[in-house]
Each structure stands twice: as C-alpha cells, then as structure tokens.
C-alpha cells in the first residue's frame, strides 16, 4: 500500500479491477455472509462493535475511486457507516457515494446479522474473517459477564496481509499463451419474481449425514453439491432432455492454500464443472451426472492449472500499452467482453467452507451461512457454509419457478440427507 | 413447523404449501419440532422488502405523472391566452429536465463532484436551448452560462469547505470549472460574445482559485495527481 501522511492508497487486485466496471443495480457483484444469534440483535451494540472492529481492518476501510486509467482505493476517513435494519433484498446494490463511501453495509433483522460486501474488498474468505471478528466484539458487548475472560481484541490468528496475491504468484508465460475458449451454456430463463424481488431457498443440513451420502459415491462434499446441483438443473431445468449446449457450473476455488496466502484480498479462480447431456432414450441417473461433474472438476483444480488460470488472467494487467487505455475506454471494452460472455455459464456454486468459533462465544451463535447475488445470464447461484455440524446451502433466484431447487433438495432426501428449508417469503403460498 | 411428505424437507416458515412443490403441508408433530428446533435452531425471519420498493416506484410515478399533468396545462392556458408564444414548451423542458435531474441524482452511483459537474454541463446545454427556442439572442452564452461557471466555483469551494479532510477530492470539478473559464474568454477573443465582464471575472475567480490551491494544497495536490493518473 502506498502510505501518505494523510491519505492511504491502494491499487485493486487482478479480479477486483473487473467488479467496479460492471457492477449495477442488477448485477451488483455483492454478496452476503450471516450470522444467526441465538438472541435479537441489539443495533446499539452491534454499531458499537462495527466502530471498535473496523480501524483494524484496513481492507474494509477503503473506498472507490476512478483515476484516469485505473481505478483505486483511496482511504476513508469518513467515520463508520451506519449498521441499520435490513431494508432490501440479498445483495441489494452498494452505492459508491452513500453509506459513508464504504464498499460494505451492517445490517441486521431479528437474531441475524448481516455483512454485505461488494467483491471489490475481497472475497468470501475476507468477508468471514470481517464478520467472525464484527461477531466476537458484539458477543463481548451485549454478555460482558459470560464472556468476562475474553479481551476486546482482534483473534491473533487474524493476518492483516493485503498483498495481491496474483500478482504475486504470476509467471510470465513462457511460448504461447494458453487460450481459454468458451461456448453457450444453458441459461436458466423463465417468469421473474414481482418487483424485482430476489427469492431465498435455504436447506439446512446435517454434516454426518451428508458425509454418508457422499462416501456411497466416493466424492468430496464440495463435489457431490456440484453434481447435485447440475443434476437438479438436468432434472428440474431441462426435464430430463438432451441439449445442444452444456449445464455450465462455475465453481469460484480459495486460492490460498494453494500458494501459501493469507491476504486479506481478493485470491480466488472460476472452475466450471460441465455436465452436457446427450440426447438418447434412458435419462442419466443422479450417479452418471455426478461422475461427469466430479470429473471435470478434479481435471480442473490442479496446481498447473490453476497457474495458467492466473499467469493468463494477470497477463492482460501486466501489458503495458493495456494499460495506458484510459479508463472510460477500458471500461467500455471490458463491459462489451463480459456481456459477449453472459451465456457462457449457467450457474455459480461457492462453498465459503466451514465457520469455527472460539468455544467461549459458540454458544450465542445458532448459525451462519452467506448468499450470492445475481449476475449477468446467472438468474440462480448457491452459497454453502458450514458451522457446528450444520451444512447451510442457500439458493438466492429471481426466477419465481424453483424445480431446480426442488430437484436438489429431492436428490439429497433420497440419499437420506435430512433437509429443514426456510425461505424469506417471496415464493407465493396457498 | 410443517412437513412436506413430497419433497420430504421440514419448513420452518409459517406457511400453507411447500415452496418447492406447492403441495399442502402436514403439521408436525411437536416432540419431532423440538428435535428440529434443537438441532437446526430456529426460523431466521426476513423484512418485508416489497414494500419499500413500491414506495419509491410511487414516488417517481407521482413525480413523472405530476409533471405530465402540468405540462398539459401549459399547453392549453398558452393556447387560450398566449398562442403567440409557446413558452409551454419552455415549461416541458424544465419539467422534462428536473425529472430527469431527480432520477439521475436518486440512481445514478457517483461522487457529489461528478455528479455536480455533470449537472453543470446539462444545465449548459439546456440554458443555450431555451435560447435557441426563445429566439437565439445569445444571453445564455452572455450571462447566463458564465454565471454557471461561477456558481461551479463557488459550489468546488463550498464542497472543499465542508468535506476538509477531502478537498482535493474536488479539484477535477475545479479543474473543469476553469477549462470552460477559458473556453467563455476563446468565444470572447473569437467574437461570439460581446460583453467582456463576466468571461473576466469567470477566469479571474477560476484561476486564482487553482493557483491557490495548487500553492496551499502543495504535497496533498500531487499525490492526488499521482492517484488519478497512476498507471
């Protein structure tokens, strides 16, 4: 970071220099991370642990500006942004110049609290540090005497590190460039929700349970969501009919344990597991379309791949004449590229992995879980999160049809995974 | 709590039919709702959003159908009493303007300085097409624009005044402000405007104010150049 006396200033990372040109009130690239106590939240108090926890994190104290050619972050000295009752949906729009300038929102409803964040900061793995630290400070606030022992400060296994890891871990490409080429996936169309609506169907489950259903198949649990996610799609989507082009999943990977990181920003790489069924006279079983879809995952996160997925995404970055277009012409192209690709994916599924609390405070916490936004040609996304033995899948749509989800939710009760669904009631009732 | 024999999910939302298969829900059992209660805890509620989002769609209906309304009264008192003049459509267009102005400023995502600026270069233009329409006497180039500009400084020094920690976050819009002082002394040299008063005092106030602040601002005014043109 380039440090002044006064002003603090950061270049975006390779992914984030993408989220600023194409985010909108319709694609907002913003998603949200919760947690759920055990007792209503108390805005006071949780205001009160936002303004305690957030001068440590500098990543979060940033806000967007547009230079000429690039766009930067700029420190904000504003002081903290308002932590209010939920008001819109998932995901809602974060808007540069409301908010106190900050590139995340607070909010709460009932026992649970919300952390919006827009991609630009950083990615589900920034976001759940952000949250767990936001979480202990306010646990420590509203008990003083159950947790008595615990002193307000950050968790020491908390790193501050906010190097770009692409860049960091680029390798000029040696003989020609590797060229990822993409075609036209199912695009999951039909009936939107009223009034721009944004529809939640949560499942939670349980882990063991899901883990016996997984071990009958041999697959991971990150893979066997993957494969019944495309099969619901298979399924509920296309009922059981051949098509021309592929159910085209994308799968974001947590680079970090790959390259030995612990920054605080964005470091992640899209897979996409493909599933393109044939048209022939016997559907494909859940156990087929799983084999294909755990396949082409495991060909695709390897370590050589994955360094050809940042050495061809950092490239561009790097080329010096790229680099001198002025931004508002960049911003054009790149915006004309990104909607060129807007049927290349059918769907997003992240899994933000598994949520561990210190003991003294898991006691006031129920759960947590996280929610992806709608993107371009992506009408429905699912967000997985773990924590204390629960497995928390939440399908965020605007579509008002959910056989896909129902599709999914099926195949999971057929292999005897216990589902408990609630929804935030957009979906019409009897 | 309810269960759907169907799909075979429990829900824990207060609710008739299965989300998924629209099929009716059977009631639990109270001793099996503990254990879900207990184990999966309990139903996380949600606002209700729709409202808030009708509200504003109101709001701006209301605006764009008041405006339609008075627009259409115009009309017809100018074609009763003035039909000489149509100075309604004069009328339609700052109504067609401040609509405009109201959704820009409640849905466009930009600073206050980008925004401000914006502003000040549409107000430009429909100052020279009230002209245009009015005859084309040349006031809005004369006075009326030159005014804008020095309305712009003194909106950048209002600005910088209120967000001090920030000032330099305003210079683009000072920047603009005495770009288009030049210009207004150009049309002056290239004789497209009469009157030397106001293009004088438009550069005058625009260039001292950048000189100082370049002068005062000092390290703050390059590391902000170095941000806004770092490559």
Known sequence: MNKDINTAWDKLDNTALLFPVIASENMTNVYRIFAVMTEEVDRVLLQEALNRVLPHFSVFRMCLRAGLFWYYFEENKKTTPQVRQEYAYPGAYINKSQNHNYMFRVTYYGRRINLEVFHVLTDGFGGIVFLKELVYQYLRLKYPEALAGEKDRISPDVYFDKEDSYLKNYKKPVGERKKYKSSHAVTLQGEKLMGGAVGVIQGSMRIDLLKAACKKYGVTINQYLVGAYAYAIYKGYLHSRGSDIPISCCVPVNLRPYYDSHTMKNFFAMVTAEFQPEERMEKYSFAEVLQITTQSLKEQITKENLDDIITYNVSNEQNFILRLVPLAIKNIAIKQVYEASRHNSTTTITNIGNVELREPYRPFVENFACLLSMSAGQNMKGSVCSYNGILTINFSSILSDTSVQKCFFQTLTEDGVEVVLQTNEVYEDA | ?231
């Open chain 2, 1 to 231: 709590m309810n269960y759907c024999s169907n799909c075979k999910v429990t829900i824990l939302d207060e609710r008739n039919s299965c989300p998924l298969c629209h099929k009716m829900l059977e009631e639990m059992e109270p001793k099996r709702a503990d254990e879900i209660t207990t184990r999966y805890g309990n139903r996380a509620s949600y606002p209700n959003i729709r409202t808030r989002e009708r509200r504003i769609r109101f709001f701006m209906s209301l605006m764009l159908f008041c405006f339609l309304l008075g627009e259409v009264a115009a009309v017809i008192i100018n074609y009763i009493f003035t039909p000489a003049m149509y100075w309604s459509a004069i009328v339609g267009i700052a109504l067609l303007y401040t609509y405009l102005f109201v959704v820009y400023w409640i849905r466009h995502d930009a600073g206050a300085a980008f925004k401000v600026g914006l502003q000040i270069f549409f107000t430009m233009g429909l100052l020279l097409l009230i002209d245009y329409v009015t005859g084309n006497h040349g006031w809005a180039i004369e006075w009326a624009i030159p005014g804008l500009i020095l309305l712009g400084d003194g909106m950048v020094f209002f600005f910088m005044m209120l967000n001090r920690q920030n000032w330099y976050s305003y210079l683009a819009l000072l920047l603009l402000m005495a770009v288009c002082s030049v210009v207004i002394i150009l049309l002056y040299m290239t004789h497209h405007i009469q009157n030397l008063i106001l293009p004088v005092i438009c550069v005058a106030v625009s260039g001292v104010y950048l000189a100082a602040t370049i002068l005062f601002g000092d390290r703050q005014f390059k590391r902000e150049l170095k941000r806004r043109f770092h490559v």
